[in-house]
Structure formats: C-alpha cells, structure tokens
C-alpha cells in the first residue's frame, strides 16, 4: 500500500513516522485557557520522563467498527506553564535527544499536552532565537518522535528555535503506520479533516504565543502533515502567525469527492511542472515529465481509509454506498467539509507571508499508471490537488513570494530529506 508519509527509505521513515504504546494511568482534569478562534483548550501534562505516563486515555468502537480515543493528563500540570510543564525530552526509543550548538551539547525540551481529548508532545530547542522559530510536522498522523534533517540542520548550523508537533499513536487500523495521531476520532460521531484541524491550529496557536514569543512562526511539513500546517490560516483565522510555510508532498484534500472517485472524471487538471497553466485532454502540457493531473487522479489506498473513517463508513464487501473510492458515484456532502476548495468549503486563501510547493513523482515510470502497493511518489499522493491549493493561493495573495519545485525522479517527501526542502527553508526564513 502508497503511504502518506511513508517510503522505502529507512531515513524518510524515522523522520515522518513514530509511535508508543500508552498505559493507562489515573486522570486528572486541568483548567487551561480557551483559544478565542478554535474554542479549544490546551491542557499541559505533569513532567515526565517518559510520555507514555504523561496520558490516561480510554478507547471504544463506534457501530461501524472504527476505533476511537479519549486522552487525559496524567495528572495536569498545574503550573500551566511552558517553563513550569517542560522537561528533557524522551523520544520513543528511550533516548534523549541531544544536539551541539556553538559548541555546547543541549537536550531538547518538552511539554506534554491534551487538546480536545488529543494527546502529543510539543518539542523544542532550549536556546535559539524565539523571532526564528521554525515548526515541522511530520507525515500520516504526525506521530513521528524525532525532527528530520531540516530540523538537525536548524540545530546544528543556525540560531533558529526549533520545533516540532509529535502526536500519540491515537486509533489504530486507519494509516498502514496503525496510528492515526491528529485525525483520531474522540467518539463514535463523524468528522471531517476540518473539524479535527482544530487540534494543530490550537496546538500552532500555543506554539507562537509561548514559544515564538509572539512572532510570526515559520513551519515545514510533509505529506499530510501539509493539512496540519496549512489549515489554521486557511479555516481558523492565523495568518498572521506565519512568517513562511513549506509544503511537501501535500495538502492532498482540494475535492475529496472527486479523489474519492464520487463525482466522475474531471476534464481541466494542471501541469506538474508549472500549476498555473491549465490542461486538458485537447490542450496537453508540454514536456515529456510535464504530466496534466486532476484531483480525481487516483490515490493511494491510505486516503480512501481515512476518510471512511472520518466519516465512519463500514468496511463492507460490497463496499458502503456512501465509501470513499468503490461505493455510489453520488457525492457524499459530509466529503466537502475535508476539503480545502472554498467553492465547497468556505475559506480564505489570502495568504500574507512567503510560501513554498515541493513535489517528488518519479513520473517516467508511473504515469498515468495505478498507485501500486510498494510505490510511493506524488502522482499517487494527490498531486492533482496539490496544484489546486497552490493556483488557489497565487490567485488570493498576489502580493507574497511563492515557489512550486517539480522533482520528476525522487519519491514522495524526498525533498525533506535531500537538501531541497533546507535550501528553500533557508531563503524563506532568512537564515
């Protein structure tokens, strides 16, 4: 199976994926402050050593079968505090995680924390400068423990405070990673991706304020990590807490009916190498890499899961008629809430800060081919609607720099871990 955030490189799979097993502990309910534009509260953790103490959690099934969770802190932390909650960081693997910055060894940081009954860590870097924090989500559902390159880079050869969201495992049985992280579900009542991105916008949100000091955030994510770090300015009001974004391999949700096969084939698609010029079957894109892609182009297995179970749609045989990608053609009104096309789902697009698109396709092999099983490049990761968001954005923020990098040969997120990804990273933050 394609996964989000998932490759065939050993290196690309320590950056993007991650999990524990969480014991059950007594809970404790804190009080933390309500964010004014998502409603939600982040409830820090009591200092741990080791996170998987951090949570109480209990998990049920809904009447489709799909699992869902409930975190609490272990207790709370009543200081409520970034200096009161934090403490060395333990990774999954028992290791802290260390780093040597101007010639002094550091160990990076944490703060546990639950919001809307969703538990991760937030990890940083003790020292750098709070006007240069960079903020990276990894892939699937954010799970991973560790950075990846950018963020050694970061640590290693610049003054930026380093960032990352990492999430608990969450549900099982919905990603081939079996952890659904940011997208599980709190109960047996349907979502959508918007209503479950209210948890990385809160979680952005409490990163600039406590952590940036209140300057504008850079942030890096790859795959679906991408839904993370771009929906809090396009559905949840925080422009203006970005100074610069990257995208890698991602948002993949511009019509999820269409890639889920429910609203028929769509004539005017976009060329990989440049999204702004539009393609069809009568006016072809130039090059021999230069391939039209639609949002209703066929997609890994993995997205078609996660919304069956956002949506809470039985895996049956014959499909559910209402199933992403195999049930009725009709579409299902409850898809256009995931998606980021403000003709289906309002949103702004009125960007103001400088933001980049990184794709990998390996497009000489595979196109206009199916999503095989062990192949993993951006055609079978939504490319189609990768170049929707951009175009989008070009059109609503005239004003900012914007950068769309086409990789014809290297697999999906490649460029996190190539040295493309740092280069633009580097230019967009000015470090």
Partial sequence: MSRWGHSSSRLLAQVLLGGFVLACATVSVGIAATDPVTGLSLDLCSQTNNRSNAFGSRSGSSSSGWEWVQYQCAPSCTAQTLDGCSHDFIDDGGQKITYTRNGQTRIMKSVEFVVDQMAGSIVFSPDGDPATTVVF??????????GSQLSTYLLANTNAKVVWISWVNGAHGVFGTDAAGWFT?????????????????????????????????????????????????????????FRYQQFIGGPANWDVNASCGKSGPIANGRCDTAPLHMCNSSSLCSGVDDTCNRPSDLMADEFYKLMDYLADIPITVPPDQLACHGGDPTPYTLYNDSSFNPLLNPGTFTLTHPVDFLTDEMTTSQTGLSCPANFHEDHCMGLGSEENVFHEIFAGSPAIAMHWNDNPTGEHCQSWVDGTGLSRLLAGMGL
Wanted: aromatic share 6%; with cysteine; proline share 3%.
């Fill in 137 to 146: 989500h990894g892939g699937v559902g954010g799970t991973a423990s560790r």
């Fill in 185 to 241: 579900r709190k109960n047996g009542i349907k979502v959508t991706i918007k209503t479950q991105s209210l948890r990385p916008a809160t979680v952005i949100r409490w990163i600039h304020d406590n952590i940036a000091g209140g300057t504008a955030i850079g942030t890096a994510a790859c795959s679906m990590g991408t839904v993370a770090t771009l929906s809090p300015g396009v559905w949840w009001q925080s422009d203006s807490y």
